[in-house]
């Protein structure tokens, strides 16, 4: 390769990575538009069920562990396949791990199969450990609308009642991707809220039927079709 041609190369080389730092920068810039003084939300739980199932499971529930790169109060937006950058404008009010722990803690207790949710060490000595993590809690936003994706394990185990080891009965990981209309972080926030409710709607069937299958539900509680939900 000639010396001109090897110029040419690196030139492109450069313009290349340029413009897709503007770019970045660009969609940063964008996210920030919404004013200088960040805005705090909340992953919101469900209003509780008023009515409790005293015939239900007691279900432990640990904290909620959420990847790394989802961790922190700043909203997180995809940018790219492989690219996410903070939104300096948009924040939790509370680290999303301890905001998921409350939400899916308010889905699980108003279940109509279950009596309380508690900490593993409960006197109340749960017969179920439901442990999650959040493995994407990422949004996206465009001229005109943005996206909300959630993705989030579960996996519940077994306490024997007359002790022993806990045994898995139960793991899968659930993922919702919901469209919104507006571009603003408080869409890409309610699109999350939306998103949740859905993977709780379907973990909470998919819950029930691990515990029947289990023989920890009661017959009729087993039988009954209510979901999780508000």
């Not at 279950?114 to 000595?125: F, H, Q, W």
């Not at 806990?166 to 972080?185: D, H, M, V």
């Amino acid at each position: 390769m000639t010396a001109d041609s090897n110029r040419i190369a690196t030139t492109e080389i450069l313009r290349a990575v340029a413009l897709q730092s503007a770019g970045v920068l660009l969609a940063t810039a964008c996210l920030a538009a919404g004013g200088s003084r960040p805005q705090s939300f909340t992953i919101e739980a469900p209003p509780p069920n008023p009515v409790a199932n005293l015939d239900g499971v007691v279900v432990a529930m640990t904290r909620v562990e959420v990847a790394p790169e989802y961790a922190g109060e700043a909203f997180v937006y995809q940018t790219g396949e492989h690219e996410l950058v903070r939104d300096p404008s948009a924040r939790f009010a509370a680290m999303p791990d301890l905001l998921l722990f409350a939400a899916i803690r308010g889905y699980l207790a108003n279940t109509d199969f279950i009596a309380d949710v508690v900490s593993p060490e409960s006197d109340l000595r749960p017969k179920v450990v439901v442990e999650a993590a959040a493995l994407r809690l990422s949004g996206a936003v465009g001229s005109t609308g943005s996206s909300s994706t959630l993705t989030l394990r579960f996996r519940v185990l077994h306490k024997p009642t007359e002790g022993g080891p806990a045994t898995e009965i139960f793991l899968k990981a659930y993922t919702s991707t919901t469209r919104n209309r507006g571009a603003t972080a408080r869409a890409v926030l309610d699109g999350w809220n939306r998103a949740l409710a859905e993977v709780m709607s379907e973990f909470g069937s998919d819950l029930r039927n691990s515990l029947a299958a289990a023989q920890v539900l009661l017959p009729h509680a087993a039988s009954t079709r209510r979901q999780t939900g508000n």
